[in-house]
C-alpha cells in the first residue's frame, strides 16, 4: 500500500504542475519560516548578551577605580600621620617659637626633608605645607603660595574648628579661591592634619598636603571602556567636582541611586528620550560620588552592525539556495520515472543481499568453530565460546557503558568498522556525566575524525600487529579523551605540522582538513589537544 502510494505521488509530481508549486512553495516555507525566526531569536539573544557583558565589565571597573581612589587618599593620610606623630617635629613644632635661630633652621630642614621623602613615596601629593599655631610658615615651596596665602590658611582652620574642633584630619576641596600661584585654574584638593603637642592637650600646627588633581583626572581619564561612555566625580552636594562632564547627571538620579544603595550596579534612564546605562558607587573618605554615565546605543553598536552584515550574507546565501531548489525540483521532476525507481529498489536489494551474507558467513565461521571443539571433545571449551559470542552484541551496554548515546555509537561503530578491517580494539572508557563542559555534537565530530584517521593509518600499514586504542578518562578535574594506533609512527618532522590547515599525510586522497577541523572544534569548547608519539603509538589526546 505504502509503494503504491509513493508511485501515486510522483505522478501526481510528474504530471500536475500545480502541484509541483505548491509543494514547492509549501516546502521552502517549511523552511525559512523557522530559519527566519531562529535568526531573529539568535539576533536578539546576542545583543543582550553582549549589552550584559559589557555592563559588568563597566561595573567591575567603576568597582575597582573608587578603590583606587580611596586608597590613594587613605595612603596620603598614613604618609602624613607618619610625619605628624613624629616625637622629635611634634616637639620641635611645640617650641618652634622660643628656640633659638639655629635650633629652628633644623626644625626647618628636618621638617623639609621628611615632607620630600613623603612626596617620592607619594606621585598624588603636589605640595606639603606645614604651619606653627601662630600661623607662621615653616615649610613650603616660596614660589607655591601667593600673599593671600596666610589668609586662606586663616579661613580654612576658622572653618575647621567651626565644624569639628575634635577631629585631627580634614580634606578641603576649594575650586573658587586662587590663593597657590601654581595652581593656576585647578581645582584645589587638599587634607589638613593637626599637630598635636607631646601631651596631647593642645594643637601646636598643622599641615596642608595639597593633591595633584591633574594626576587624579588622567588616572580616571585614562580609563576607556570601548564606547562613547564617562566616568565623572560629584560631591556630597551632587555637584560635579575636577572636571565637568560631557553627560551631566541630575541631582534626581543620583539621589535615587544613592537612596537605594545601589553601588557599582549600573541602572537603565531614559533622558530625553535617549536611554542611557548610569550607575555610581562612593569615595568613602571624600564622601562623594564616582559616577560613570554610557548611552545604550553604544554598548551594543558594533555587534549590531557586525550582526548586520552577517544576516545580510545569510540572506544572500538561502536566496541562493531557495533558486537552487527549484532548479533541483524542475529538475527531478522530469527524470523520476518507474525506471529509476526500479534500479534505486535493485540497488538497495543487492545492498540487502550482501549484508545478509556477511552475517551468515560471519554466523557460520563461529558455528565451525564450536562444532569443531565438540568434536575434539572440549565441550566445556564450546561452551564458553558460545558464552563469550552471545556477549559481544552488548559490548557497549554491557562492558563499555559511556552514559551519552552519542559517544556510545561511535564507539560501536568504530568497534565494528576496526573488526571489518582486522584491527584490534582496545576500549578503556569511564562512564560521562551528561554535563561535560563540551557540546555532544562537537564531542562526536571531535571523535569520529580522530578514530577515522586512525583507521585509515592502521588500514594502510603492513603490519601483523594492528592495534586501534580508545581510552575517555579523569585527570585531575580535566576529561580526557585519547585515540592510539599503534602504527605507523608519525615522523618527528611532521609532528608539528598535523594540525595545520592544508597538511596531509594522505596525498590526493587527503585534504589536509580534518584535524584541523578538531583542533578548531576542540578550541571552540575550551580544550586542548595535543600529539605525543611513544613506544605504545600515536597519541591524540583531547582535554577539557
Not at 68 to 80: A, K, P, V, W
Not at 217 to 230: P, Q
Not at 404 to 429: G, L, M, W, Y
Not at 474 to 479: A, G, K, T, V
Request: glycine fraction near 4%; charged fraction near 35%.
Amino acid at each position: 500500500m505504502g509503494e503504491k502510494l509513493m508511485k501515486k505521488l510522483l505522478e501526481l509530481f510528474k504530471n500536475d504542475k500545480v502541484f509541483r508549486v505548491r509543494i514547492l512553495i509549501g516546502f521552502l516555507v517549511l523552511i525559512y519560516i523557522p530559519m527566519a525566526l531562529n535568526i531573529y531569536l539568535i539576533y536578539n539573544r546576542t545583543i543582550k548578551v553582549v549589552e550584559k557583558e559589557k555592563i559588568e565589565k563597566v561595573e567591575d571597573i567603576l568597582g575597582k577605580f573608587s578603590k583606587t581612589i580611596d586608597f590613594i587618599l587613605m595612603d596620603t593620610e598614613r604618609s602624613i600621620n607618619e610625619v605628624v606623630n613624629h616625637r622629635g617635629i611634634r616637639k620641635g613644632i611645640e617650641d618652634f617659637e622660643i628656640l633659638k635661630d639655629d635650633y629652628r633652621m633644623r626644625v626647618k630642614k628636618f621638617i623639609a626633608r621628611k615632607f620630600r621623602e613623603i612626596q617620592k613615596e607619594n606621585l598624588y601629593i603636589k605640595e606639603i605645607i606645614c604651619i606653627v599655631q601662630t600661623n607662621k610658615i615653616i615649610n613650603c615651596d616660596e614660589n607655591f603660595i601667593t600673599d593671600k596665602s596666610k589668609n586662606f590658611f586663616d579661613e580654612v582652620l576658622k572653618e575647621i574648628y567651626k565644624t569639628d574642633s575634635d577631629k585631627d584630619i580634614f580634606w578641603i576641596y576649594d575650586e573658587s579661591k586662587k590663593f597657590f600661584s601654581n595652581a593656576k585654574d585647578e581645582k584645589v584638593l587638599f587634607l589638613v592634619r593637626k599637630i598635636k603637642s607631646l601631651d596631647e592637650k593642645k594643637d601646636v600646627g598643622y599641615v596642608f598636603a595639597i593633591m595633584d588633581t591633574k594626576k587624579i583626572i588622567k588616572l580616571y581619564k585614562h580609563y576607556s571602556f570601548g564606547f562613547d561612555g564617562e566616568l565623572s566625580i560629584y560631591d556630597e552636594n551632587k555637584k560635579f567636582v575636577l572636571t565637568k562632564p560631557r553627560y551631566a547627571v541630575s541631582e534626581d538620579i543620583l539621589r535615587d541611586l544613592i537612596k537605594n544603595e545601589t553601588f557599582n550596579r549600573m541602572k537603565e534612564f531614559n533622558i530625553k528620550n535617549k536611554k542611557y546605562f548610569i550607575g555610581t558607587t562612593r569615595i568613602n573618605k571624600l564622601n562623594w560620588y564616582l559616577t560613570v554615565v554610557v548611552p545604550k546605543d553604544e554598548l551594543t553598536m558594533g555587534i549590531k552592525a557586525h550582526l548586520n552584515k552577517s544576516i545580510g550574507f545569510i540572506v544572500l546565501i538561502s536566496l541562493l539556495l531557495a533558486f537552487w531548489i527549484v532548479i533541483e525540483v524542475i529538475v527531478l521532476s522530469k527524470v523520476i520515472t518507474e525506471k529509476e525507481m526500479a534500479h534505486y529498489r535493485l540497488v538497495f536489494t543487492e545492498k540487502m543481499n550482501e549484508k545478509l551474507r556477511m552475517y551468515k558467513h560471519d554466523f557460520m565461521n563461529h558455528l565451525q568453530i564450536i562444532r569443531g571443539l565438540i568434536e575434539l571433545n572440549y565441550p566445556e571449551k564450546a561452551l564458553e565460546y558460545l558464552i563469550d559470542l552471545s556477549k559481544e552484541g552488548l559490548i557497549i551496554k554491557d562492558k563499555y557503558e559511556i552514559g551519552i548515546p552519542e559517544i556510545e555509537s561511535t564507539i560501536f561503530t568504530a568497534i565494528s568498522q576496526a573488526r571489518e578491517k582486522n584491527i584490534e580494539v582496545e576500549i578503556d572508557c569511564i562512564k560521562l556525566s551528561e554535563k561535560i563542559p563540551v557540546k555532544i555534537y562537537d564531542l562526536t565530530k571531535i571523535l569520529t575524525n580522530l578514530i577515522k584517521n586512525a583507521i585509515y593509518a592502521l588500514e594502510k600499514d603492513d603490519a601483523l600487529e594492528k592495534k586501534l586504542i580508545i581510552r575517555i578518562y579523569n585527570d585531575l578535574d580535566e576529561y580526557v579523551f585519547e585515540i592510539i594506533n599503534n602504527v605507523p609512527i608519525i615522523p618527528e618532522e611532521i609532528r608539528d605540522k598535523i594540525f595545520t590547515k592544508g597538511f596531509t599525510t594522505k596525498g590526493k586522497e587527503g585534504s589536509g582538513l580534518g584535524l584541523h577541523i578538531v583542533k578548531k572544534l576542540v578550541e571552540k569548547n575550551g580544550g586542548t589537544i595535543e600529539l605525543v608519539v611513544d613506544e605504545e603509538g600515536n597519541h591524540f589526546i583531547v582535554r577539557f
